[in-house]
């Protein structure tokens, strides 16, 4: 049988059949081949653009022109530098190349901020509240000053005009105003009179008052500022007139004895 089945492949019919049925089947494949190269469009690609600043819409409208999709992956990302609710991310990436219809991949950021809870900054000075305020996402709004010794430290936090306490919910990135002390308080003191005084005198009277030295000044005769002597103050000693405690008296120096004598005799 195996003899009869070499003989019969020699044959001139067979090795005809056989031919064909090869063309026939490179012909399938070629034209498969093609088929399918043109379906996937196989030399064909897209430069995926920078999505990065659009809003989900603007994705959408800009994409459609491009035969690209898009799906939100996540939008739980909260930054206080890009606009809400806008890509600030995506995958591929910008000037990567895909197929038609690819679906890119979106993070966006929240178009809602986060609850942040209000830290504990009563008693803390104005510069360690603004270092704490990065650190929590929150910003300085206004500074409203009030009579207090202990000067820039944190009297209060307020939102929109409402008193915030230690655990309160704020939103990230609000704006807080702070009440920080003056420095000067609510205790007043006597203005006292400097007149005639050098200028250690007057120092060491202004302290023992809780009272600060402001601006000096100083006239064409003064030649040693140590032996200067004060011819004038502000504000103007009177009798019974009151300052706040640690403010600043502004002093007027000389050493001329005639211009002394005469602002004596005026006074």
Do not use: C
Request: proline share 5%; no cysteine.
């Amino acid at each position: 049988m195996i003899k009869e089945l070499l003989t019969f492949i020699k044959t001139k019919q067979f090795i005809i059949h056989f031919v064909i049925a090869l063309v026939l089947v490179f012909s399938v494949l070629g034209f498969t081949y093609k088929w399918l190269d043109s379906y996937t469009r196989h030399d064909e690609t897209i430069t995926v653009p920078d999505l990065r600043g659009f809003t989900p819409d603007q994705v959408k409208d800009f994409l459609e022109d491009k035969n690209l999709t898009f799906e939100i992956v996540d939008s739980s990302v909260f930054d206080m530098s890009k606009p809400k609710g806008s890509v600030i991310d995506h995958e591929p990436r910008p000037g990567s190349k895909v197929k038609e219809f690819r679906k890119i991949y979106l993070t966006i950021t929240r178009t809602t901020p986060p609850q942040i809870p209000m830290p504990d900054l009563i008693d803390v000075s104005f510069r360690q509240a603004e270092a704490i305020f990065q650190t929590y996402g929150l910003r300085v709004g206004e500074l409203v000053y009030k009579p207090d010794l202990a000067k820039n430290a944190v009297l209060g936090i307020q939102y929109k005009g409402k008193e915030l306490k230690p655990g309160d919910l704020v939103p990230k990135g609000s704006k807080l105003d702070l009440i920080l002390g003056d420095g000067f308080g609510n205790t007043k003191v006597t203005i006292p009179n400097l007149f005639n005084l050098t200028m250690g005198e007057a120092l060491f009277v202004l302290k023992a008052s809780s009272l600060n030295i402001g601006s000096k000044y100083f006239d064409e005769s003064v030649k040693d500022s140590s032996e200067a002597k004060v011819y004038k103050q502000f504000p103007l000693f009177g009798v019974g007139e009151e300052v706040s405690q640690g403010e600043a008296i502004d002093l007027y120096f000389t050493q001329s004895e005639e211009k002394i004598k005469r602002y004596a005799e005026q006074n």
